[in-house]
């Protein structure tokens, strides 16, 4: 690759990755090459480094990437533009008993429909790191896909082993899921087994393990985590959800990070924040819906911000089959 | 010439070998063939073709460019005018930076999550297509993106809204017929994308930079959505991160200046406790406020989305509403701007002689 002699010891000692971090004037120093034989040796490396040359946004329209995880329900994938993308965290914050967990289920079945119905023809890794897994839920999810996925074929739904290919990890804490992510995802990930990574919730671990003062320290451990996480959607064109919860907001002082005239705001502050590309808020309002025999609690799904989505929201539902968008309904109030 | 061998730009190794050789001067060096420099000094031979290349491009702009024949302000100032700037569909926001985002110049985004950083990036991408008799550039542009957050969905969508909006205003032949060649495909095909994973890749699309854009000399806008990103995991080695940052910004101002192209960068917000009160400020350190020529914050005030040019040298610190609807980056008060369709003449330079205005 690089045709000039450099003297052998120093060049041994160092990676590619040191060549590119490194400055010319340092380069020269070690290695004892002329400066035009030194920027052939920073162009070889750079050329290794890099993944892919530049293509143009027109050959990304033809190319592979840019496919989205559909929720399952038509007018919440609308309000998503598809559905979630892949390669970037999304982000699902709100109030318990909203129904993010919910959205994870959803999901973690969605991802197995082949493409052309919206999913990405592989399992889910849910990682719960407070509650355990509501299994029966699954099931229930499972039993009524046909119900809520009644734009696919129903030999279709009932050829697809669901709970075969939902892989449950419980992590108490921030080591154990540090590891579970290094290893179990990206192993899961490497064998095409689960193209959807639910992890739920964030904030439970983030929020237990620090003290105040300690925040530097979480601030780390946060970057740390997130970066894993981002590393593994690119790497394998994989959706992450993480669910977070709320904190209070008292004042809206003018560093506030969003419009929002609401008293929640997502946990975990700016340095989460800065690592999330789509962030979805689940809140309760008031009043309810009926269908049949069935009622629930109406909710709603915003998009507080995303690179692709208008700031917008959808009044939703929970029903035996799951979330469902709601778009003309007859409140019921009590 | 009695310039000292020391001012040369050389490598302290061949530097030193010149010194203890006795070449004091650069008129001791003229002289000199490679070979019997090197005889005389130790060097190799590239090296001593590299050092008397050094000395002969002092007198005259020649070279490897490192050298290069100094300008009067005066020539700045007429080179300046004929850039055009890159506009931002901001009409507001272009009056304040006085046409829109220079070139030959880095700019820097700064935001929350969620404010318009990457729209101002995406709309700017398109914006630098518009082609010259509708007042643009008529250039290409290279996306470095590390965030992933460059979805296409939303280009097409400001592409096309672009497109629309230069089709309204097209008036006489010349416009309609650039029309032709300003569609929504076409300013997808002049979109040229990276995606960078890590500060590395970064750092090595940056090195190959400059031989991309001599292939590409039609490129007259870099993005770099975002520089925060890979960069704030280096927590632990700060030293390390502030060398890199630096090397980083002296590459844009070098490739901006010499292969005239504007440079955008966005930037987080990070949190700063600075006398028992928490402040929001721009991430990455003090050091790198300086890599920037002007930098942008965008921020929210109530439900209003605000930006404010607060370090530029030419433009007076300004506070300005946009918004950002289905079309991309707007004007806070109407949806399409009233742009100015024929290219701004400068009416507020006074020079001695008269100048060839662009047209």
Redesign the interface.
Known sequence: MVTTCASPAAVQLMSVKDVVCASAPDLQRLTGLSNSDVQQLITAAAAVCRRHPPITAQQLQHGVSGAQLRLGCPVLDRLLRGGLPVGGITELAGESGTGKTQVGLQLSLSVQYPAEHGGLGAGALYVCTEDSFPIKRLHQLIGEQVCLRSDVPADLVSSLRFSDHVYIEHTADLDSLLVCLTRRARLLLTRGLVRLIVVDSVAALFRTEFQADDWLERNRQLLTFSSMLHHLSQEFSTPVLCINQVTDVFSQSHNSMGPSLSTVSPALGLAWANQVMVRLMMSRLQGTVVRGDQSSALRRLEVVFAPHLARDGQNAAVWREGLRGVESWTSNRK | MQRPVSSLP????VRLKLGSAGFQLTADLLDFKPDKLSKETGL?E??AV?VLKAVKGGGGGGGSGDISASLTALELLQKEEELRSIVTFSSQLDECLGGGIPVGKITEVCG???IGK??LC?QLAVDVQVPQCFGGVEGQV??IDT?????????TDIAAAAVRHCSLLAEDDEQRAAMETFTV?T?????????C??Y??L???L??LP??LSQHPKIRLLVIDSV??PF??L??ELS?RT??LN?VGQQLITMAINHNIAVVITN????RIRDGQ???VP?LGECWGHAPTIRLLLQ??????LATIFKSPCHVETMVQYQ?T?EGFRDADQSEMAHSKRPRMDTDQSAAEPKDTSS
Not at chain 2, 187 to 195: A, H
Not at chain 2, 300 to 305: H, I, L, P, T, V
């Open positions: 050389l490598s302290q190794a190799s590239e090296e590299e929350v999550p969620g990457t729209q995406l290279m996306f965030v992933g957050s460059f979805l296409l969905q939303r280009v495909e300013i997808l095909s002049n979109i040229f994308l990276v995606r994973h890590d590395v890749e750092l090595a699309e090195h190959l031989d991309f925060a990103f704030r995991l927590f632990d390390q060398r890199l090397g987080q917000m990070t949190t928490s402040h929001i991430a929210w005030e109530g439900s209003r989305r950002i289905p």
